[in-house]
């Protein structure tokens, strides 16, 4: 299991993927709005989506856990 986590404080402003999809090293999952900015955050490595722990609109902080791969 990999915990993948904000890198940057902000909102969700699209979750790419649903639970059960499986993913590759390098898929964007979540993208986050920062500043004005589009900012992805991507699959360390390949696996399933177990769990999505966002909504979109939602604000997180920088180490928040967003998705976890299994």
Known sequence: ???VAAHITGTVWKI???VGQTVAAG???VILESMKMEMPV???DA???KEIRC???QPVNEGDVLVVLG
């Open 1 to 3: 299991m990999a915990d």
């Open 42 to 44: 991507e699959a360390p």
């Open 27 to 29: 898929d964007v999952l």
């Open 55 to 57: 909504k979109e609109a």
């Open 16 to 18: 790419e993927v649903k």
């Open 47 to 49: 696996g399933t989506v």
